[in-house]
């Protein structure tokens, strides 16, 4: 039994898949496999964040959620806190989407 | 420029992308544009998790999640409500994985 069926997936399967996938491929590396220490966590934002964070245009929505992860912090982050940091600039990132889409309509009024 | 350039995009960026297609890949469809009806949450439901949750072995999860979406429910689910929910049943899978890898290293063990 395979614990994901990838062929038959749907697009939001695929997502949680990969979201999956990539916590558990920096996780195993040191330490208990099933949480991100720090020198984990600075080399997944690093090999998977490194276009987003570069080209954010609103770096105090990033910087918060850095802040808020912190917070928490025991010095290791678990899947959970993995995926509430995901979460949170997913919304950042659709909120930067929806606020461009609606300049261009505004934009296309005033032309 | 594109808001998404997704040639260079990472496995997480990816992720976060797929996430944000299949909202407002339902979410158009009536309505406010950038919300889901309970018609446009039921047919996303329906085609993006029908694998999970007919599958899914933790049943009581996937039904506290509803339940929970239900509860802060004006009849319309923004994207940070769609987000916890992706959220939480990824949260769900992953116990399960680790779960299931647990099981198998005492498996291992016992034989």
Do not use: P, R, W
Not at 33 to 48: C, F, H, N
Not at 80 to 97: M, P, R, S
Request: aromatic residues 10%.
């Amino acid at each position: 039994m395979s614990t994901f069926n990838t062929e038959n997936a749907s697009t939001l399967e695929s997502a949680m898949q990969l979201m999956i996938q990539t916590f558990h491929k920096y996780s195993g590396n040191e330490g208990d496999k099933y949480t991100l220490s720090k020198a984990e966590l600075k080399e997944m934002l690093t090999a998977e964040l490194g276009n987003y964070l570069g080209n954010a245009q609103d770096k105090d929505a990033v910087e918060k959620v850095m802040g808020d992860l912190d917070g928490n912090n025991d010095g290791e982050v678990d899947f959970t806190e993995f995926i509430i940091l995901v979460g949170a600039l997913t919304v950042a990132c659709n909120d930067f989407f929806q606020e461009y889409h609606q300049d261009d309509k505004k934009a296309a009024k005033t032309e």
